[in-house]
């Protein structure tokens, strides 16, 4: 029987499948547009097409991750066994390595990924100094912020993979201390999961290159002042940071994919994380009745 955190935990991965699967829905509908009605640009096509290959990815990473987060069967080998909680092997060997993991992958890609929060950081602050927030629908003025909101779509992705890592240890680390028999099941959604997301800051980076390349030819060839120049360079440069932290997240990925295997066949996962049972409480006998012991029945 699952614990009330283990049932909160499988409703926000649900809930996160869904979103992400709605997401790539909505994707893909935005992807097929912008391609379709766009003809004369091989950039914006290129773009739309970088969309609809990460709304395919949302929509089976989301499919996925909800059919393995919302099922009941037994899928995984750990849930197939039972024991009692002192039979169950105690929490060594590699899978303290695993731990180590999970603690130093998310501290790492945070440590790396720090001039990609103080841009971030350093946007907020100018959007809320410049009132945008509070002026978004006024005069039509939400029609200038499509293309901020755009630019901003890949960092985004990679500011929501960062999040999904250090949540992701944060949630799996006590379930592996504890012996829960939902980790592995929980280890894999997560996994899928921050596939998609990886993916996602991937092509957004490739899409926000070609932007990149496409207004640096504009700056080039219109005649622009040296000194509006000059700030949309600074301005490319800075946005550059989005294209560096894309390695990071990709090795931090490959740090969680590495226990797959190991997860889903080890022999140490099955009785580690096997399903809690009940351990049988032996009722003593019965003490026999005083009469048949004073008066044993008569041999015929």
């Known amino acids: 029987m699952d614990t009330v955190p283990e049932r909160l935990i499988g409703w926000v991965l649900r809930a996160t499948a869904r979103g992400l699967l709605f997401a790539g829905f909505a994707a893909l509908l935005a992807g097929v547009f912008l391609f379709g009605t766009i003809s004369d640009s091989s950039v914006l096509r290129a773009i739309a097409s970088i969309l609809m290959q990460v709304a395919g990815v ?18 995984l080998p750990n849930e ?41 950081r350093r946007v ?39 999040i999904g890592f250090v949540v992701s240890s944060l949630t799996l680390l006590p379930l ?9 099941r929980i280890y894999l959604v997560c996994v899928i999961l921050l596939s998609a997301l990886v993916f996602a800051s ?33 301005a490319l440069e800075r946005y550059s940071i ?33 399903e809690r049972v009940a351990a049988a409480v032996s009722t003593p006998a019965k003490a026999a009745d005083v009469a048949s012991i004073t008066s044993p029945p008569r041999f015929p």
């Open 58 to 75: 949302f929509i089976v990473a989301g499919a996925a991750a909800t059919f393995w987060s919302g099922s009941r069967r037994s899928l």
């Open 80 to 120: 197939q066994l039972t024991t009692t909680a002192d039979q169950r092997t105690a929490v060594g060997g590699w899978l303290m390595v695993l731990c180590v993991t999970l603690v130093a992958a998310p501290a790492w890609l945070l440590l790396r990924m720090q001039p990609f929060l103080a841009e971030w």
């Open 176 to 184: 592996l201390l504890l012996r829960s028999p939902r980790f592995p």
């Open 242 to 274: 989005v294209f560096t932290t894309v390695p990071a997240l990709l090795w931090t990925l490959f740090a969680y994919v590495l226990w797959v295997p190991a997860i889903l066949s080890s022999a140490r996962v099955r009785t580690t994380f096997a």
């Open 124 to 162: 907020i602050e100018l959007m809320s100094a410049s009132g945008m927030w509070e002026n978004a629908n006024a005069n039509m003025s939400g029609v200038v912020l499509m293309p901020i909101a755009a630019a901003l779509t890949p960092p985004f992705f990679e500011l929501a993979t960062l």
């Open 202 to 234: 991937m092509r957004g980076a490739s899409a926000a290159a070609l932007a990149s390349d496409a207004l640096r030819q504009l700056i080039d060839t219109t005649s622009a002042n040296a000194q509006e120049a000059a700030s949309l360079r600074q």
